[in-house]
């Protein structure tokens, strides 16, 4: 790749929809009306809501010209450390298109639905091999969501053995959803603070560990990207104080074949279908966030449960502990799908061999900016490498500041400014599914973007300047809030 | 943002470990941020105040004021009643920027004892308090 | 495999530059005793041949239109999705894009979820709309906890015609917070007893579904009135969007808080999910509100532009304190919800809901000639309640037999109602296929 990648290039402007428009024009097919009509009393019906009437070329148009103002990982290299940017297979699309899939009523009887509830529970056994837990919720649809099914379960546990308690662990490294999770159980927070390492020390666990503390929330690999070493310990304490151990599992993507939670102390799991298992992010969501527990919490497992006998696919309703349902139906199908045929495709070995690629891959850029940029720890990491902004602060350039001038390069920023523990963090998770040479340019553009905080720092103050819009005023967009046009 | 010596801190006004400032007026109190605090948290976009009447504690929470990406917390120096709050800044939250000390201020307080004001810290104490620990 | 462009080359090029001999030496960090050493009992690797033979197995043994004759909704609709719909929100710069952080490249996904929000609020007549949830069901449960917080109270009420399901996911959130939960009962119309909102005391909030889950139209105006009264806000519930292409809005009848399903708006049904959580509120409550917001802002030139923004709400800011532990929100559904309403236009959408209703009362009264009961008498949008001769689980059965699914018996939901079914007729069934039900539907 001798040349940069980012370049200029005509670009549409494009108004807002109601901007467009004139009255009486439509991009619907309407149906012949084969029924005479039949109003409603006057006093139930109203105008309409004022949306504007748009020709089909004019939808088309105002979408791809919209879709042009955006980057994703088909566009480009994607390293937002914690959030897993991996090629999202074609294939996976188009599965969720096939009609049988596509065009499925949820409520339908089971004996109409075998097909989707036989890949559900497919799935289930999947992960649960993965994790090493013993049942799974396919529900949660989402990994906070997922989080907070894992602490209604812990919450049911407690309540079942006569006494409710009052607080979680929660390292201070981890993400924020984490906290907000758990207060949603009524938990209050204890923050853990990693020890010099990155990583949990058992004598800080066992100091804060009591009898009022329900457990603890820890996330592994950690989001510093390292792995949590001492967690069978963590693991004992923790549960010879009556508490659960809730793994986040975001960043399983690590460990893929290589750690199963259930192994190593974990009682409840939540997976991220959108990070470890390819399924597209889609502009924020949807996602899906199962759950995985050991074998005695299963009894506390949203329901209705996917059962099968003799082949029969059948949901059951009938686990009187369950902490009941978590959404509508059952879950965000359409994102399981595509997990499962991921899982499919790659296999035993290909998902352990995406954990492999995806840790070389970070620790090789780790390598090689580390002259540039002072590593957080001085030490191999996982699937993303932490760097904090100690070798700029001297120039005055910010963390802020080079990646938005990473974006006039071709690339997404990393993940800046979290973990919270580390001042000026940038955290980058480049994946298994970038190759060295896109790693090599994305290297050499951080390179450069070093050197010129140091000689020219006005540039990158002034970055991005080839994106579309330049830098947001989002000061004035939070003062006065304008959320609807 | 500021060095510490380009911090304006008014000689006549008592201070808090908190980062707040109060000036006695009669039998009230009035109560903001300083320059300090407000330069560390940036630009200010949304400013929560108490309700008047409101009978609030030493140390617990008066308001909280947010900036684009960060939400702080503003502890009460001294007990005692809201009797009046400063409207101006749920429209023009900038104010707790510009003027810390003058259209800035937040609240009006009537404290329980009136005499605490000085148990808080003088300018010289604050600047000190800024020095040993920021 | 494919999706790893790795050559031996590449590996031991990178190896060399970190300095380990093998891939094996990076994992040093993990003891031993926490390896797992065995493999994974997963099938061996598909070819994407084998894989699409394999789905399309499974997905033959599920019951869908044309082969089916369907008359199922409950919360998920079958509406026609344009090809257009499905082709942009197929469109890979959307779906493959990350939450959008870095706003300067990702004003598609801004632009799109800002225009979402507008038509959202406007559809359901209030001042601001969330960037999306998971699901109506979320979205009510989430609406409630926002009441509480509004009001300081700790009860919330919901009708009992309030989705079943929705009910229980609002169960299940509430378990946990001590808040209590109270149910408003039915009258014999098929419409909540409103009289009984004065009887439940200080409350946050009242929950009522319009078009309720019996497809009766709720007077949201009457319901709103006595909930003001008591102090309380009223949160109206929805599973049909399209229904406020006809009817008046939640927001002209007084509600404060409105949360319901957006599938109908160009989601695919998808065996229930991914869909859409539509929530909105009056401008007053917008710092309460959970999940993401888009705002409207100018970049350095002064050009128009778009952010995430009234970001200190949420989780990764306030943590513990926030108005959620939400982190996401359905944006790829939420973009393809205002594709489908920029689709449909004002004009378009108020044919459409018209044409929904006008099919479902032709559906009605033809069964009820046929000697079919009509349990409510209160008016419908798409979906009704319907009993039918010689019961409804058996009618419903034998039906089955003919490939006709006749809706969705109530009796696990409602005891009272065992000897009923909700029948839903959309725009996608056809006279003839409304007329077939009606003929065989008599044993």
């Known amino acids: ?485 | 943002m500021k060095r510490l010596e380009e911090v304006t801190l008014p000689g006549e006004l008592r201070y808090s470990v908190d980062h707040e400032w109060v000036q006695t007026e009669g039998d009230r109190v009035r109560v903001g941020i300083t320059d300090y605090a407000q330069d560390q948290l940036g630009d200010v976009v949304y400013v929560e105040l108490p309700s008047v009447g409101a009978h609030i504690a030493q140390g617990a929470v008066f308001a909280t004021v947010e900036s684009v990406k960060s939400v702080s917390e503003c502890f009460m120096p001294l007990s005692g009643e809201i009797i009046e709050i400063n409207a101006a800044l749920g429209d023009d939250p900038v104010l707790l920027n510009q003027s810390p000390y003058g259209d800035g201020w937040m609240i009006v307080v009537k404290p329980d004892d009136p005499a605490a004001v000085s148990g808080l810290l003088t300018a010289e104490g604050y600047l000190a308090r800024l020095k040993g620990g920021a | 495999m494919r999706y790893l462009p790795h050559t031996a080359e590449d590996a031991a090029a990178m190896l060399e530059t970190v300095g380990v001999r093998e891939i094996d030496g990076l994992f040093a960090s993990i003891p031993e005793g926490c390896r797992f050493t065995g493999r994974l009992d997963l099938p061996e690797a598909f070819s994407e041949w084998e894989l699409e033979r394999r789905m399309a197995e499974l997905a033959d043994r599920m019951a869908i239109s044309p082969e089916y004759l369907l008359f199922l909704g409950a919360g998920s609709y079958d509406h026609h999705i344009p090809a257009t719909v499905s082709s942009l929100a197929g469109r890979s710069e959307f779906v493959t894009s990350y939450t959008p952080y870095q706003p300067e490249m990702l004003q598609g996904t801004l632009q799109g979820i800002y225009e979402y929000q507008t038509l959202t609020a406007r559809l359901l007549g209030m001042e601001v709309a969330t960037a999306s949830h998971y699901d109506g069901a979320t979205a009510l449960a989430e609406a409630l906890l926002m009441a509480v917080r509004i009001t300081r109270r700790k009860k919330v009420a919901l009708s009992r015609a309030v989705h079943p399901h929705y009910r229980q996911v609002v169960r299940t959130y509430f378990a946990p917070t001590g808040y209590e939960l109270l149910e408003i009962p039915c009258l014999e119309t098929g419409l909540t007893d409103l009289d009984r909102i004065g009887e439940c005391g200080d409350l946050a909030a009242i929950a009522v579904q319009s078009p309720n889950f019996f497809g009766c139209i709720e007077n949201l105006q009457v319901a709103a009135d006595r909930t003001h009264a008591c102090g309380a806000l009223l949160v109206a519930c929805f599973t049909e969007a399209l229904a406020f292409g006809l009817l008046k809005s939640p927001g002209s009848q007084g509600a404060d808080i409105v949360a319901g399903e957006g599938q109908s708006m160009g989601i695919p049904r998808a065996f229930g999910g991914p869909a859409l959580g539509m929530l909105a509120s009056r401008k007053q409550h917008m710092r309460s509100l959970p999940g993401r917001l888009v705002g409207k802002t100018t970049d350095r030139d002064g050009k128009r532009g778009f952010v995430l923004t009234l970001a200190t709400r949420e989780q990764h800011i306030r943590r513990e304190k926030a108005t959620s532990n939400i982190c996401s929100n359905n944006s790829l559904n939420a973009l393809t919800a205002a594709m489908y309403m920029a689709s449909l236009g004002g004009t378009g959408i108020r044919e459409l809901a018209a044409l929904n209703h006008d099919k479902a009362e032709y559906l009605k009264d033809r069964l009820r000639e046929a000697g079919c009961t009509i349990r409510f008498a209160a008016p419908t949008f798409n979906e009704f309640v319907v009993g039918l001769p010689g019961g409804f689980e058996a009618g419903h059965r034998r039906l089955l037999d003919r490939k006709i699914v006749a809706g969705l018996p109530l009796g696990p939901y409602y005891p009272e109602l065992a000897d009923c079914g909700l029948i839903c007729v959309t725009e996608t069934c056809s006279r003839q296929e409304m007329d077939r039900l009606v003929r065989e539907v008599i044993p």
């Open chain 1, 1 to 485: 790749m001798s040349e940069a990648l980012g370049t200029n290039g005509l670009v549409l402007n494009e108004p807002l929809l109601w901007e467009r428009g004139k009255k009486g024009r439509r991009a619907f097919s309407m149906p012949a009306a084969d029924v005479p009509p039949n109003p409603l009393p006057a006093e139930l019906t109203g105008e309409g809501p004022d949306f504007p009437d748009l020709g089909e070329i004019e939808v088309v148009r105002h979408y791809t010209r919209l879709s042009t103002w955006n980057f994703g990982v088909d566009t480009g290299l994607y390293p937002l450390g914690s959030c897993t940017m991996k090629y999202n297979p074609k294939i996976n699309e188009k599965l969720a298109g096939v009609p049988g899939f596509a065009a499925a009523h949820p409520l339908l009887p089971t004996a109409l639905s075998q097909g989707a509830l036989q890949l559900m529970h497919d799935l289930e056994r999947f992960l649960s091999e993965i994790t090493g837990l013993d049942a799974v919720t396919l529900q949660p649809a989402a990994g906070a969501h997922g989080e907070l099914t894992g602490m209604l379960i812990v919450h049911a546990y407690h309540r079942s053995r006569g006494r409710q308690r009052t607080k979680i662990l929660i390292p201070d490294t981890a993400h924020g959803t984490n906290p907000a999770s758990a207060a949603l159980c009524g938990y209050a927070p204890v923050p853990v603070p990693s020890g010099p390492d990155g990583v949990i020390l058992p004598e800080t666990v066992a100091a804060l560990m009591d009898d009022e503390t329900a457990g603890i929330m820890i996330t592994n690999p950690n989001t510093l990207g390292l792995f949590e070493e001492n967690m069978p310990e963590i693991a004992r304490i923790v549960h010879s104080r009556g508490g659960l151990v809730y793994g986040d599992g975001a960043n399983m993507n690590a460990v893929l074949g290589m750690v199963r939670p259930g192994s190593i102390g974990v009682d409840i799991l939540h997976l991220n279908l959108h990070k470890t298992f390819s399924t597209p992010h889609g502009g924020g969501g949807p996602g899906a966030g199962p759950v995985a527990v050991r074998k005695d919490l299963s009894r506390f497992l949203p329901s209705p449960r996917i059962v099968e006998r003799n082949g029969v696919y059948a949901l059951s309703a009938d686990f009187p502990e369950s902490v009941g349902r978590v959404v509508a139906y059952h879950g965000h199908f359409g994102v399981l799908l595509r997990a499962y045929a991921y899982i499919l495709s790659m296999g035993p070995d290909g998902l352990k061999e995406a954990s492999r690629f995806a840790v070389l891959s970070a620790n090789y850029i780790r390598e090689r900016l580390k002259d540039v940029l002072h590593p957080a720890f001085d030490r191999p990491c996982m699937h993303e490498c932490v760097f904090t902004d100690r070798n700029q602060q001297a120039s005055g350039v910010t963390t802020l500041e080079m990646a938005k001038r990473l974006i006039d390069h071709g690339y997404h920023p990393p993940t800046i400014y979290f973990p919270l523990v580390v001042h000026g963090a940038i955290m980058i998770e480049p994946t298994e599914t970038e190759t060295k040479e896109e790693l090599d340019g994305f290297i050499e553009a951080f390179r450069s973007i070093v050197r010129e905080a140091g000689e020219n720092p006005q540039a990158l103050r002034e970055a991005p300047s080839r994106t579309k819009v330049k830098r947001l005023d989002e000061t004035a967009a939070a003062r006065n809030p304008c959320l609807a046009g």
